[in-house]
């Protein structure tokens, strides 16, 4: 190429150069029409899933919750205690529980009952913490964990393979050998394998062969170019050391057994702690009305006090303005405070209704219609320190945990030994042209016409394998340390269970403690509530008489609706503390007459179990003599705490009924009446308003004649009635006290 050519191309390439930048361009396409719809510029949107559910329709479908402002209700639903408890029961699929999972056992038994409907809130934040009716059942089908999955470590498996492979390639031979220099072979293998795994740890197998080799470059002394081979073999393998014994190998089972157990204790836990938030929800809304009786009483008083006074302000000297304004004042307060009461009482119906499962408001309010009771209740300490010991759930979940660790210990020691097997196999062996024919022909390998089949049942070639293997790890530093974890595995959760035994003694005396305080206070309360009575009324006569001055009748006013409201709150407190006695001592749920159960499963299960145990019976039964398992249970846990007949479980009600999964999740919750309860509350030969057995009763659990009063005088003013109560306005939509006045004091002076 001449330098003048050079020249010109390099100027062209400068120019182009600098004629077009160092930037980058967007590329050319030829067939781009400007269609971009199929562009997104981003990677993620909230999106509404594709599930079509129905909602429930206690959500769905409820009225305007009652309020302060809006306390509209067609009628009273009057409800008992047990009905409470059985129509939680039966709308309990998720357990709702105000008890924090993570707070102390003492600080759940005994601390605050307030601000409990924050549960609801847990449900919505995290769903998959709850407990619900189907978690000991997913527990128990846990493909991983779950008792079925360890019981398939034993199931016979079945193993097939076939495969064809073509060998085509040369020889390192002299194209002048006596032999062909290429090797070209189609050989086709199937293999059939049956095994099992036993107990004591031994594995027996029975395989088949079948291959089919293809020569096609045989030599001078291979008669035939291709034959079949057939085998068949057993082998049994048993460890001698490491994993030989029943016991070592059904650990994994039980050990996926007692995570069943664990998950029912957590379940009947939580049960239990509904059961407990039912009767404290529904003693607090008992208070309720009560508070709310208490604040219109003393609010009624006020304004009988003002329209006297603003009947009186015209003709008085001076007009007492003072005494208005202070009898204007107190009416007030108490109107605050029986709007504040009125507040805390829907409130606490709502807390009872979403612990029964009920709709937010259906035109109906709840009113308990369960009178607590005044009578003393006393325990013996050392027997329910038994058994407070022996049945609280807590302790068994702990125990069941025990269990698992030491027998994850035994699996850990038996990891120190060496792995020693003694192995023994047996094969039968048959080759010939053919597979198979109808008929023998009599004919032996390796003559054309011999068939692998009539070779294997002639015998004549037969191999056996017996022996020993053995291996192990140098030093053992993985079993060694597995071990010692285990061992302090077991350490800790003894200790554990040693301090929860300590916490559970302790929160028993706590709730035996706060139960003779709440009774004390009880009777002191009442004392005081007589006697504020009293003082009203001598009050009143001397106001009358001009011997007292305004404000101390208003005072004795003010702390008579005090020490009422002060009565009730350390009765309901008094009877709360009677649950949380047997809370703390594990017996809530019999107090109650629950029972937890397996729901029914399917026809078929039954039928499919009865064939299971037919064939059991008709079996040859092994005995492992020192080879099996040691004790893990001690048999079925009484919920009864004194059983007198051996069919009590017989007549055990069910909790849940969810075992055939054969519900209609669309249909609203059940509103259960007491006929249609499924509990008994008097198998038991119980009183569902008095104690157990143990516990005494006394008539008269106040001394009246303590502070000189008589026990019939106070009596029509403090006695308490199923429905005592005007609550239609609720205190609202009165017309205006000072306008009352006026037009009473206007028709007193025509």
Request: charged share 20%.
């Amino acid at each position: 190429m001449s330098r003048q050519v050079v020249q010109i191309w390099s100027l062209t390439l400068i120019a182009a150069i600098v004629l077009t930048g160092c930037h980058p361009t967007h590329p050319f396409y030829l067939y781009e029409d400007g269609d971009l719809s199929h562009f997104l510029d981003h990677a993620t949107d909230i999106e509404h899933p594709d599930v079509h559910t129905e909602p429930l329709l206690e959500a769905s479908q409820s009225k305007p919750p009652l309020t302060v402002l809006h306390p509209n209700f067609d009628n009273y639903w009057d409800l008992s205690l047990e009905e409470a408890v059985c129509l939680a029961m039966h709308n309990s699929k998720v357990v709702r529980s105000v008890i924090n999972p993570g707070t102390s056992l003492i600080t759940s038994a005994v601390g605050s009952f307030g601000g409990a409907l924050s549960s609801s809130d847990s449900i919505l934040t995290n769903p998959n913490f709850v407990t619900t009716v189907y978690d000991p059942a997913i527990q128990e089908t846990d493909p991983n964990t779950g008792v079925e999955a360890a019981l398939s470590a034993f199931d016979a498996q079945v193993a097939a393979s076939l495969f064809v492979d073509q060998r085509d390639r040369p020889r390192n031979l002299d194209s002048s050998s006596f032999f062909t220099n290429l090797d070209y072979q189609k050989v086709a293998t199937s293999q059939l394998e049956l095994s099992k795994k036993t107990a004591p740890g031994s594995s027996v197998a029975v395989r088949t062969l079948h291959q089919h080799d293809n020569l096609q470059s045989s030599a001078p002394n291979q008669p035939l170019s291709s034959f079949w081979t057939v085998g068949y073999e057993m082998e049994a393998r048993h460890p001698l050391m490491r994993g030989s014994g029943v016991q070592v190998n059904r650990i994994p089972t039980i050990v996926a057994r007692i995570r069943t157990d664990i998950a029912l204790t957590t379940f009947e836990a939580n049960v239990r702690d509904l059961v407990f938030d039912i009767e404290s929800a529904y003693w607090e809304l008992y208070f309720s009305y009560r508070a709310l009786d208490a604040e219109k009483q003393g609010r009624d008083s006020a304004l009988a006090t003002w329209k006297k006074i603003n009947a009186l302000h015209p003709i008085l000297p001076g007009g007492e303005a003072d005494k208005l304004a202070q009898a204007q004042q107190q009416y007030f307060e108490f109107q605050s405070r029986v709007q504040a009461s009125q507040g805390e009482l829907f409130k606490g119906e709502n807390r009872l209704r979403f612990l029964m499962g009920q709709a937010v408001a259906d035109s109906r309010l709840i009113r308990p219609v369960d009178e607590p009771t005044t009578a003393q209740v006393s325990f013996d300490w050392y027997e329910i320190l038994e058994e407070s010991l022996a049945r609280n759930v807590e302790l068994r979940g702990q125990k069941w945990r025990l269990k698992q660790s030491e027998l994850e210990l035994i699996a850990s020691r038996n990891n120190l030994l060496p792995q020693l097997d003694v192995v023994g196999l047996y094969r039968w062996i048959g080759m010939g042209d053919d597979l198979t024919t109808g008929n023998r022909q009599g004919v032996n390998f390796a003559n054309r016409g011999s068939t692998a089949y009539g070779e294997l049942s002639e015998g004549d070639y037969q191999e056996f394998r017996f022996g020993v293997e053995m291996g192990f790890p140098v030093g053992f530093r993985r079993e060694l340390s597995g071990v010692r974890n285990s061992q302090l595995q077991v350490a800790r959760t003894k200790a554990v269970l040693e301090d929860m035994e300590l916490e559970a003694s302790h929160r028993l005396a706590s709730s035996i403690q706060d139960l003779a305080g709440n009774y004390v206070l009880t009777q002191t309360n009442f004392n005081t509530l007589v006697a504020a009575y009293q003082e009203v009324e001598a009050v009143q006569e001397a106001y009358k008489a001009n011997t007292v001055t305004l404000d101390l009748l208003l005072d004795a006013q003010r702390r008579r609706s005090q020490a009422e409201r002060s009565y009730f709150r350390a009765l309901t407190s008094y009877n709360e503390s009677i649950a949380r006695v047997h809370f703390s001592k594990g017996s809530l749920l019999e107090y109650n007459n629950i029972r937890l159960a397996e729901g029914p499963w399917p026809d078929k299960a039954y039928q499919d179990a009865h064939g299971h145990a037919r064939r059991r019976d008709a079996s040859v039964y092994i005995d492992y003599g020192f080879t099996r398992p040691k004790v893990i249970s001690r048999g079925t846990f009484s919920q009864k705490e004194k059983s007198t007949n051996g069919d009590a479980d017989s007549r055990a009600t069910t909790l849940f009924d969810w075992g055939s999964l054969g519900l209609d999740h669309d249909q609203s919750r059940q509103e259960v009446t007491t006929q249609s309860a499924p509990f008994e509350w008097g198998s038991l030969g119980l009183n569902r308003d008095q104690p157990k057995q143990e516990v005494t009763t006394q008539n008269a659990p106040f001394e009246w004649g303590s502070l000189g009063l008589n026990r019939e005088h106070p009596k029509q003013e403090v006695t308490t009635q199923n429905a005592p109560f005007e609550w239609g306005s609720l205190g609202l939509g009165r017309k205006n006290p000072v306008q009352e006045a006026t037009a009473e004091t206007e028709s007193e002076n025509e």
